[in-house]
């Protein structure tokens, strides 16, 4: 059984301490430490007693910072911004244009927020499009009269000249006319 040589520990427990060498791996970390000449007990003794140390708290610095990222309180803050605005972008758009085309429950309340905003909504639309469809029926009714009309006068016509009754021209060829 080999003794431990106390000031090698010592050194080990310092070099374990270091910032830099708390990043790396615990397996480079032991190479480094044999191939300064020390055995496996005192690599063993240099991480327990690194291990129940104040200072660092961290029974194996390169397992602890490999399991656990740390964040700046900047980095933090900027992501729950990040996040809360897409949060709120997507119930907007969500809000804006998914729920009129689906009406149901909240569509009453899209409507009114949108009349707030002075952009069209449906209903509005809605009624446009009867007003215009009434105007057209009653542009078209007139049309029908007018058709209604023209077509009595062609009959009159028909009627006077004699074209319909099998004897053609006669009222023509009565007055003088050619047919």
């Keep these: 059984m080999s003794s431990v040589r106390q000031e090698m520990v010592e050194?080990?427990?310092?070099?374990?301490?270091?910032?830099?060498?708390?990043?790396?791996?615990?397996?480079?970390?032991?190479?480094f430490l044999e191939n300064k000449g020390l055995t496996a007990e005192e690599i063993s003794a240099a991480y327990a007693r690194v291990a129940t140390d104040g200072t660092d708290g961290n029974p194996l610095p390169a397992a602890t910072s490999a399991?656990?990222?740390?964040?700046?309180?900047?980095?933090?803050?900027a992501g729950t911004i990040v996040v809360g605005g897409l949060?709120?972008?997507?119930?907007?758009?969500?809000?804006?244009?998914?729920?009129?085309g689906?009406?149901?429950?909240?569509?009453?309340?899209?409507?009114?927020?949108e009349e707030a905003d002075g952009?069209?909504?449906t209903s509005?639309?809605?009624?446009?499009?009867?007003?215009?469809?009434?105007?057209?029926?009653?542009?078209?009714?007139?049309?029908?009269?007018?058709?209604?009309d023209q077509h009595a006068r062609a009959t009159w016509v028909v009627a006077e000249v004699g074209f319909g009754d099998g004897q053609p021209c006669q009222h023509a060829i009565a007055q003088g006319r050619a047919c």
Aim: charged fraction near 15%.
């Design 124 to 148: 509005s639309a809605l009624q446009k499009l009867q007003e215009s469809m009434t105007q057209n029926q009653e542009a078209l009714d007139l049309l029908q009269q007018k058709n209604s």
């Design 87 to 100: 949060a709120y972008a997507t119930v907007t758009g969500i809000q804006k244009y998914v729920l009129p």
């Design 102 to 113: 689906l009406g149901g429950l909240w569509g009453a309340k899209v409507d009114e927020e």
């Design 11 to 31: 050194t080990a427990v310092r070099f374990l301490h270091n910032p830099k060498v708390q990043g790396s791996p615990v397996s480079k970390q032991t190479a």
């Design 119 to 121: 952009a069209p909504t």
């Design 67 to 77: 399991t656990s990222p740390r964040f700046s309180w900047t980095e933090l803050a």
